[in-house]
């Protein structure tokens, strides 16, 4: 009941305020203007007759402090049943706001800007969206430095402007936030070569069918622990995409042979080492 | 206002027909329960459909239920995926009371979960490209549109593979122009040469193909009932009601539009009969009604009194029997090995295409052989990269299902050529529909889709038929497109029928034309103002060319 009261209080001398049917008298003129010849300040223009009636009432009412106010009763319940449903039922819960706030993060991030493609030319854009996303770069001038995201959340130097003999030959998204709208970025890289999607979460069937579509100069392609990706995704890499797949299984699973990858072994950019993924969850399982 | 700029044309005809209008009607009864309707008069001619029996507008007793919604804002009759669609589109952008009335809760004879689920933008007309376009997008981002809350995100499994659409000297032109059409438009559709193809798919018989197209994105099939149940839960989960029963008339008002000295009075369609489950017969008051009755749009047209007292136009839209085949066709040109590793990976083969899968829980890799290995074995059989297939000149479709070796095929006889001589209904080959049975035949197998498909693609000469299944289209037989908009004299009657075959594909961008339709009377986001009823009264053709 206390409650509803002090509600009522705080309700009532808010929305005390002037009645629009005062005439405004005018503010007067100040300094410069003021002094300036054949201007003279104006008389407030108050009318001979005020409506008194109500205003009189409404400007000396006094305050609501004892006793309660029947009339504004409708007013704070109103209030309070406002109050009751912000605190305890809503529609979504605050973890799915969120959620959403992140993905919608994520969507600005790898949506194809045009503005920072024409500042920085394709390659820096594209590799500053990917690292912003979670994923490792390498240039073509020194394929062994990755450029991403520190341990403490720093961003790398990228080159600040546009530089066209630079290349971007491979992306490490271990982990990587990438989703199927960032292909447009994918496909414009003249010279991607190695692309690593593992764990990533939101890869899906759309992104392999729009990569085995796009991406003309992949020469390895990993998907690892993708949650979302089905045999039909797998299935729309054929017939290129059967030389991209690396096959680790190889290294997983000792004693198996499998033809036809000493081809893609020769390649000029070092693969992320497997055997140093200390993150996988299955290496702990595997090692001897 | 009764004398509004829009498209009077229809209205504005009946008008000055004046007294002229009491001729159609022979004894000038115009609503439910007026006795003059029936005195003396033959019998109107309705489609006769066996199992909905004929009538002659008898008055019905309605019962009242307090559960029951009696009046709504849109009522939408027929809840496949295009009642559906409307529902949920109306639902989601307006807080209004939106009533879906399905008789048939298991859809057992719904053209929706009876169709093969593909989705292409190879069209040759603008508004079906865009719509494609449309319903792709949405369908790529199904698990964020679709959603409800608390409960598992839908899925339905979406397989992301192109169409490849053939063509001989005949219709490569047409092809040609139709892919212009939709590159312009912002589809990914790549022209092939008879080469092309057979380097690709060494299976494919090319030898009388001139030119084929290949759709590389935004296309593929799609479980078209898990599609629908997706659709029906997020309604739902937005306030819309659906309700179990069989429409079986309207309800009309006489309404009197007055201006100046003119005046003149008009059958508005008010309330909808119902019957329920439990034999009685409720009315729903709606403010809008939109016809989303699939194959049996023309029967509730007729309901309404299009073709009757509201125009001399019906609409043209019928179920026609479609028979689908699935089919398993392999050659065991190699074994097939299942190597199971004691670490838990494991190595099947897939097809007799020298590919594996092989995997590890959740990892995925995928082996082949070497490529002369390969390339030996890849001859013979349609292998895992077998597109949606599409023959123009002679209607066959077929695509893969699964990965086991497994096909699904149809034909879908397109109308002979040339289209401005064409008569609506003498289309040969067609199964006879009576727009209840739906028992597949095997023998139409034999004579109709084998020799197509054994002349396509030679190694099914010894195919086998697994299943079959028959359904329904809802056939426009005027021009096999899609009649959407209000009727000129039903002012509150939305049609949004006659898809022929491309509803479940069309389903999310017609849901959502007809709710901007709804809403603020004019279409927002793609333009199908050409694909009016008026188009049925001027008798002008939007037929597609070149496409089945």
Redesign the interface.
């Known amino acids: 009941l206390n409650f509803a009261v002090a509600l009522h209080a705080t309700v009532s001398t808010q929305t005390r305020r002037q009645s629009p049917l005062l005439l405004k008298q005018p503010t007067p003129l100040r300094g410069a203007a003021a002094q300036r010849p054949g201007q003279s300040q104006d008389k407030p223009q108050v009318p001979d007759k005020l409506f008194t009636g109500r205003i009189a009432k409404w400007v000396g009412a006094p305050r609501v402090t004892e006793g309660w106010d029947m009339t504004k009763e409708h007013r704070g319940d109103l209030m309070r049943a406002m109050l009751i449903g912000l605190t305890t039922k809503s529609?979504?819960s605050y973890d799915?706001k969120i959620i959403r706030k992140r993905?919608q993060w994520i969507k600005q991030v790898q949506a194809f800007d045009t503005v920072l493609v024409e500042k920085f030319g394709v390659e820096v854009a594209a590799a500053d969206r990917l690292v912003r996303l979670g994923c490792r770069v390498a240039f073509s001038n020194s394929p062994n430095d990755w450029l991403g995201v520190s341990e403490t959340g720093a961003l790398p130097a990228l080159p600040s402007r546009s530089l066209p003999s630079l290349a971007i030959e491979a992306i490490d998204a271990r982990d990587a936030l990438l989703m199927?709208d960032s292909v447009d970025w994918l496909e414009r890289l003249r010279s991607l070569q190695f692309l690593r999607l593992r764990r990533c979460p939101f890869v899906d069937?759309?992104l392999?069918?729009?990569l085995a579509?796009?991406c003309k100069t992949l020469k390895l392609l990993e998907?690892?622990?993708?949650?979302g990706?089905?045999?039909?995704?797998?299935?729309?890499?054929?017939?290129e995409?059967?030389?991209l797949?690396?096959?680790?299984?190889e290294s997983?699973?000792p004693g198996?042979f499998?033809?036809?990858?000493d081809d893609l072994l020769a390649l000029s950019v070092p693969r992320a080492a497997p055997e140093a993924d200390s993150e996988s969850v299955?290496s702990a399982?595997?090692a001897p | 206002c009764a004398f509004g700029f829009q498209q009077r044309s229809g209205r504005a005809l009946w008008q000055l027909g004046g007294h002229l209008r009491r001729l159609c009607t022979p004894t000038g009864a115009r609503f439910v329960g007026d006795p003059k309707r029936t005195q003396g008069l033959e019998r109107v001619s309705q489609p006769s459909w066996k199992g909905i029996e004929n009538k002659d507008r008898p008055t019905y007793t309605v019962d009242p239920d307090e559960d029951f919604p009696d009046e709504c804002d849109a009522l939408v009759i027929g809840g496949g995926a295009i009642g559906c669609s409307v529902a949920y589109w109306l639902s989601r952008q307006v807080n209004c009371n939106v009533v879906v009335v399905e008789r048939d809760p298991a859809y057992t004879r719904a053209a929706s979960p009876l169709s093969c689920g593909g989705i292409r933008q190879q069209f040759s007309e603008p508004e079906n490209i865009q719509m494609s376009l449309f319903g792709s997008q949405f369908l790529r981002n199904i698990k964020e549109n679709l959603a409800v809350f608390d409960l598992d995100p839908p899925d339905i499994c979406y397989a992301p593979h192109g169409y490849l659409v053939l063509a001989d000297e005949a219709n490569a032109e047409t092809l040609r122009t139709n892919n212009q059409a939709q590159r312009k438009l912002g589809a990914k559709v790549d022209l092939m040469s008879p080469e092309k193809m057979k380097e690709t798919w060494p299976w494919l018989n090319v030898s009388d193909i001139a030119l084929g197209a290949f759709g590389t994105e935004n296309e593929g099939w799609f479980d078209p009932y898990l599609f629908l149940q997706a659709l029906k839960r997020k309604a739902v989960s937005q306030n819309v009601k659906f309700v179990v029963g069989e429409l079986l008339d309207f309800e009309f008002s006489m309404q009197r539009y007055v201006k100046g000295d003119l005046s003149f009075e008009q059958e508005r369609l008010k309330a909808a009969l119902v019957k329920c489950p439990d034999n009685l017969v409720r009315n729903i008051n709606f403010g809008v009604v939109v016809n989303a009755a699939g194959p049996w749009a023309g029967h509730v047209a007729h309901l309404a009194g299009v073709g009757d007292f509201a125009g001399k136009v019906k609409l043209p839209v019928e179920p026609r029997l479609r028979y689908v085949y699935h089919l398993h066709c392999k050659e065991d040109l190699f074994p097939t090995p299942l190597l199971n590793c004691p670490s838990g990976a494991y190595l099947r083969a897939e097809g007799p295409g020298g590919h594996y899968i092989a995997g590890l829980r959740q990892s995925v890799f995928v082996v082949s052989l070497p490529p002369h290995a390969a390339k030996k074995a890849a001859a013979a059989t349609p292998g895992i990269d077998a597109p949606f297939i599409q023959d123009v000149a002679s209607g066959l479709h077929l695509r893969r299902d699964g990965f086991q070796g497994d096909f699904v095929t149809y034909v879908n006889p397109p109308p002979p050529l040339p289209v401005d001589q064409l008569s609506e209904s003498a289309v040969p080959d067609e199964p006879e529909c009576n727009g209840v049975d739906l028992e597949p035949d095997y023998d139409w197998f034999d004579k109709q889709v084998w020799p197509r498909l054994a002349h396509r693609v030679p190694c099914m000469e010894a195919v086998k038929v697994r299943n079959a299944w028959a359904g329904f289209y809802d056939y426009n037989t005027f021009d096999q497109n899609l009649v959407i908009g209000r009727h000129p004299f039903h002012e509150n009657l939305i049609f949004c029928n006659g898809s022929s075959g491309h509803g479940i594909q069309h389903a999310v961008a017609i849901g959502r034309a007809v709710s901007e339709l709804v809403l603020f009377r004019q279409y927002k986001t793609i333009d199908l103002s050409r694909m009016s009823f008026e188009r049925l009264q001027t008798a002008t053709r939007i037929r597609e060319t070149g496409i089945i």
Do not use: F, K
């Not at chain 1, 998907?223 to 949650?227: L, N, R, T, Y």
């Not at chain 1, 499998?258 to 990858?261: I, Q, S, T």
């Open positions: 529609r979504h799915d993905y199927s069937d759309h392999l069918a729009r579509a796009r998907i690892s622990d993708c949650p990706i089905t045999w039909e995704g797998v299935a729309s890499l054929w017939p995409g059967l030389a797949v690396p096959t680790q299984l997983l699973v198996l499998v033809e036809g990858v299955y399982e595997l």
